[in-house]
């Protein structure tokens, strides 16, 4: 640290400095990130609650208040208004909390001392971490052709020892959703706790539904569904960090509280202590600015270009992992692998990701990359050829 201050001035030449350094969602060339430039009312709110802080909510009741109602509207738009949660940093955290929630369900309600979680291989990594943290087995499920989990293994694979099964509705790598109906089905026949993670397809599918997309449920519409995690940060145009975490039942919070005696409530479940109003403000703010039919809007132009990508990579020979569900495109070329080809487009400045399983591409259409943008993406394609 230096002895003396700074000046205003000096520092903020200097904060310029590093943030030319990153790159920008303006430019259209972030194509491999899952977030995405926040709305313009969501920063102003974020700003307006920094002080604010949900891990000591006596002293915020404002805030508390308007994290119920962010709550209810994302119960409401997942099938349950009155669902339990909170607003959390993003979809590991979410998905943390719903893994401790299930395990210590099942050693409460079933005695279970060596938990299993049965996960599928196309599930997030941050699953991995919960059970790393929490000392638990992982069964992982194999997919079936469409890389989705296989209804089948699902069943051979479940044993006494099932503490909880993973859905997954928009899969991180390829944008697909597991047969939730038939996972419920098994998972409510057979007492087991079914988490689904819908950090990205919990703010696209309940639109593209009403879009005549008619894709498969996957929320508290199923019995079976007992947590759901969804990221405002995400489709939902909030600043990071703003995930969600919602219960079917108060019973799931409740199994996870410790005492907190020197708080201004007696008990805390969720896994981080002090928590950010600005997150709840900002994601209250945007939920309730751009209203069910804002977000049809966006879903709908999201998935405009992400079809108008598809069709023009196929168009000039490039050969798709999978079609499109939600706003993900994995593709592959015919002349290289996909690491030579991602290296061709960083060295030109585009920003893409690998797909793993299987490999490909991977390009995720957020609301920052436009038409003009996937003109130009194809430009750089084409001059590669």
């Not at 597991?178 to 079914?194: Q, T, V």
């Not at 975490?245 to 410790?258: G, T």
């Not at 080809?341 to 995720?364: D, E, F, H, M, Q």
Request: hydrophobic content about 40%; overall charge negative.
């Amino acid at each position: 640290m230096n002895k003396k201050g700074l000046t205003e001035e000096t520092i903020f030449d200097q904060l310029n400095d590093f943030q030319k350094k990153d790159l920008k969602y303006n430019s259209g060339r972030i194509l491999g990130s899952m977030c995405t430039k926040p709305h313009p009312i969501a920063i102003k709110a974020y700003t307006k609650f920094l002080n604010s802080n949900m891990g000591d909510y006596g002293l915020f009741p404002g805030t508390k208040r308007m994290e119920d109602e962010v709550i209810q509207m994302l119960g409401g738009l997942l099938h349950n208004e009155q669902a339990y949660g909170c607003v959390v940093t993003g979809g590991t955290e979410a998905n943390l909390m719903a893994i401790r929630a299930a395990r210590n369900t099942a050693k409460k309600e079933k005695g279970i001392t060596s938990p299993e979680l049965l996960l599928p291989k196309s599930a997030h990594f941050s699953f991995k971490k919960a059970a790393d943290l929490m000392n638990l087995k992982c069964i992982p499920l194999e997919l079936d052709d469409n890389y989705c989990v296989d209804i089948d293994f699902l069943n051979e694979n479940i044993s006494k020892n099932t503490m909880a099964v993973i859905g997954v509705a928009g899969t991180t790598e390829l944008g697909e959703i597991d047969p939730l109906p038939a996972i419920s089905d098994i998972c409510f026949d057979k007492n087991i706790y079914l988490h689904v993670d819908a950090a990205l397809g919990g703010f696209i599918i309940p639109f593209l539904n009403v879009l005549d997309y008619d894709l498969v449920d996957f929320d508290f519409k199923l019995d079976g569904v007992c947590s759901i995690t969804t990221d405002p940060h995400k489709m939902g145009l909030a600043p990071i960090p703003s995930g969600a975490i919602l219960f079917r039942e108060k019973k799931y919070l409740d199994v996870m509280n410790i005492d907190t005696p020197y708080l201004t409530m007696k008990q805390q479940s969720t896994i981080v202590g002090t928590r950010s109003g600005a997150s709840v403000a900002a994601t209250w703010a945007v939920m309730k600015y751009l209203g069910y039919e804002g977000y049809c809007e966006i879903v709908k132009e999201v998935m405009f270009n992400t079809h108008f990508l598809a069709e023009e990579l196929v168009k000039n020979g490039y050969e798709l992992v999978s079609n499109p569900l939600l706003n993900i495109v994995s593709f592959n070329s015919k002349d290289c692998s996909p690491e030579v080809l991602l290296k061709y487009l960083k060295n030109n400045g585009w920003i893409a990701s690998l797909s793993t399983c299987p490999p490909g591409i991977r390009i995720v259409l957020m609301p920052h990359i436009t038409k003009e943008h996937i003109i130009d993406f194809m430009d750089c394609l084409k001059k590669r050829s």
